[in-house]
Nanobody, 120 residues
Framework: VQLQASGGGSVQAGESLRLSCTVSGNIFSFGVMGWYRQAPGKERDMVALIKSVGRTYYTDLAKDRFTVSRDAAGTTVYLQLASLKPEDTAVYYC???????????????WGQGTLVTVSS
């Protein structure tokens, strides 16, 4: 099982980015795909998750600015980041689980992470 995250980069505050996570196989094999982020010197926190049926959940880190989605085939999961702020600077990870959980211990497969840097 492989997850490949991409789409990070350096942007100015207020700009947008779309992160992608390509799943070997598809999301239907797992049930749940989560996006996490880890800011410098901080713990890794959940941002959002999407179930294979399409239902989504957002933490306070993401509400009103970030959107998680997937393609119809379930092979790619996206995290659209909008109105980015410097405090959104972090490495963003995608992860797969069979449980709709915010606990990272429930996610057994992880992508390598993609760095998002937001400057003011």
């Amino acid at each position: 099982v492989q997850l490949q995250a991409s789409g990070g980069g350096s942007v100015q505050a207020g700009e947008s980015l779309r992160l992608s996570c390509t799943v070997s196989g598809n999301i239907f094999s797992f049930g749940v795909m989560g996006w996490y982020r880890q800011a410098p010197g901080k713990e890794r926190d959940m941002v959002a998750l999407i179930k294979s049926v399409g239902r989504t959940y957002y933490t306070d880190l993401a509400k009103d600015r970030f959107t998680v989605s997937r393609d119809a085939a379930g092979t790619t999961v996206y995290l659209q980041l909008a109105s980015l702020k410097p405090e959104d600077t972090a490495v963003y990870y995608c992860a797969a689980s069979n449980i709709a959980s915010i606990n990272e211990d429930d996610y057994h497969y992880w992508g390598q992470g993609t760095l998002v840097t937001v400057s003011s």
